[in-house]
């Protein structure tokens, strides 16, 4: 590197003009990598898939939901009330509801009082009307101290 002063112009001499500086060249970014198009298209993808995963979750939702309803319309039962009469044997009043013409079968169980499964049994529902009230004796092992409806099936057709 050179140290030396650097000259001073003579006087009435003209000088060239120091060249401008000049911008650096921009480089473009590489095709395809940020364009809008493509962001577009996957945006209205995704948008299409997660419409139609929609759709489908709310057409099972809604068959499974009318499958249950259709199937409880055609035999529901409750057990209101109960009474233990024995170390032995459990009353209950047995509530269905059903359409006309369904039999079929409700299954109840009793509990003693550790938690235990004392008794349990099937009760046959017939088909004449669109409901049925019955008390009925559930035989247990030992005193019950519960008497609950697990379900009731109607009969094959």
Request: charge should be neutral; proline fraction near 8%.
């Amino acid at each position: 590197m050179d140290h030396s002063p650097t000259p001073e112009p003579r006087p009435g001499t003209r000088t060239a003009p120091e060249p401008a500086a000049q911008p650096a060249p921009q480089s473009a970014p590489p095709a395809g990598r940020y364009s809008r198009v493509d962001d577009r298209a996957a945006d209205r993808r995704l948008r299409v898939a997660a419409v139609v995963c929609g759709v489908l979750f709310l057409g099972l939702i809604a068959w499974l939901g009318g499958s249950y309803l259709l199937r409880e319309t055609e035999l529901n039962g409750t057990v209101p009330t109960f009474q233990t009469v024995s170390d032995t044997e459990v009353q209950l009043q047995l509530s269905v509801r059903k359409s006309e013409g369904t039999s079929g079968v409700c299954t109840v169980r009793s509990q003693g009082a550790d938690g235990a499964v004392v008794g349990q049994s099937d009760f046959q529902v017939p088909a004449a009307g669109s409901s049925y009230d019955e008390v009925v004796t559930l035989r247990t092992t030992a005193r019950g101290t519960t008497a609950e409806l697990l379900g009731c099936t109607p009969d094959k057709k």
